[in-house]
């Protein structure tokens, strides 16, 4: 059949008015006539889903639909009341991808009609809705599956936190050195570390050695300092001793009028696989963040390593979060993390905190390879030093 011009503006024109008047028998006469009408005019897709749409032809609102998404993928209406159908079909996956694709369009400067809003309110409603109804699901089968709060392993809590959005997801981004095919592991448990028993069996000694050394200094050296000949840190804490160490070893230096004063701290360290590494390793501290203390959030230099914590002066209102999981320190018990992940921590007590800070080897990395990453790190702080003459 061919229609001129002139016919086929009748035909819309009639359609949309009986539309209007709530005939969609006879609009969708109308339009499935115009449709036929050739390549040369529009088929008006749109107006035949609404027509299908009121006489509950789900089957035939979706073909039109898909139809109008083929000419345009990014038709705004289309997605919005595919979504709409698809809700309406309790298929809340499908609902979801439609209404995300129509407020990503918005969210990049889609133009959004007066009609097309209540629409998109509907859309946001229906998200919130499903997220709650999804998660409300998962969590049922986790359960069915004997896999419920703290049985719930953590890698697969995280998990879980990130697909509905309550976690961001970090990555490890070290300063200077990155060792491919580490895990992306924040936080790891006090039981990988068999070691660990010994050093947190010597804490009440630690804590003793700790009160002598502060019965004769209350001062430490800041941990952030400038270094001559070398840019300064973008650190509020830069030459601040509100961040202060009292180090036993630093650099690889044994600091000797230091481990004399702890002879039982520096023999419980020897039970940890702390690296060796001229000029770099050991390193191991006391770490004192004084009161209303902020450190803000950075990353460390390796993902070589891990960062050990032992608390000894722990006051309330204490933490640290490292990627997107926080944690507080809790008395006698060893925190262990990843410091090449974004990390941060804060004392807002009125009082000292301190806690004893020592590095270890990643327990993924073999002999073989810390051998070669040994070489790898003096080499690099022997290149270009200064030759004496």
């Known amino acids: 059949m061919t229609l001129s011009a002139a016919d086929a503006q009748t035909l819309l024109q009639d359609s949309v008015t009986a539309l209007r008047a709530g005939n969609a028998v006879k609009a969708r006469s109308l339009l499935e006539e115009l449709q036929q009408a050739g390549d040369a005019i529009d088929p008006q897709w749109l107006l035949m889903a609404h027509a299908c749409r009121m006489m509950d032809d789900n089957e035939a609102e979706e073909a039109a639909l898909q139809k109008l998404l083929a000419i345009d ?5 289309a997605l919005l009341l ?3 159908l698809k809700a309406r079909q ?20 889609a133009r959004v009609t007066d009609d097309l809003r209540p629409k998109l309110k509907q859309a946001e409603e229906f998200l919130a809705g499903a997220h709650g109804r999804f998660e409300n699901f998962l969590l049922r089968k986790l359960n069915e599956a004997g896999l419920q709060g703290d049985d719930t392993p953590k890698p697969v809590t995280n998990a879980i936190d990130m697909l509905m959005g309550r976690r961001e997801i970090f990555h490890q981004k070290p300063s200077m050195f ?7 592991r924040e936080f790891y448990e006090r039981r990988e570390f068999p070691w660990l028993e010994h050093l947190e069996a010597a804490i009440p000694d630690m ?34 001793s509100s961040w202060g160490a009292f180090y036993f070893w630093k650099s690889g230096e044994e600091i000797t009028e230091n481990t004399a004063q702890c002879p039982k701290t520096v023999s419980a360290l020897g039970a940890a696989p702390i690296p060796i590494i001229k000029e770099r390793s050991p390193m191991a501290l006391y770490s004192v963040l004084e009161a209303d203390t902020h450190i803000a959030p950075h990353y460390g230099l390796l993902n070589t390593r891990l960062i050990c914590h032992i608390p000894l002066i722990l006051p309330a209102d204490c933490a640290l979060r490292v990627g997107g999981e926080t944690r507080p320190w809790k008395d006698g018990e060893a925190l262990i993390f990843d410091d090449s992940f974004e990390h941060e921590a804060w004392n807002r007590s009125q009082e000292r905190r301190v806690i004893l800070l020592f590095e270890v080897w990643r327990p993924e990395i073999s002999e073989t390879e810390r051998s070669a990453l040994t070489t790898i790190f003096e080499a690099i702080n022997e290149y270009q030093k200064p030759v004496a003459i």
């Open 73 to 77: 993928k990014r038709h705004l209406a």
């Open 82 to 84: 595919m979504g709409e």
């Open 90 to 109: 309790n298929d809340d996956r499908a609902a979801n991808g439609f209404y995300k694709a129509a407020l990503n369009m918005v969210s990049v400067g």
């Open 178 to 184: 990155h060792y491919p095919g580490m895990p992306q």
């Open 207 to 240: 804590k003793d050695e700790l009160a002598a050394v502060l019965a004769k200094t209350q001062k430490f050296s800041p941990y952030v300092e400038s270094i001559a000949n070398r840019p300064r840190p973008n650190n509020p804490l830069l030459d601040d």
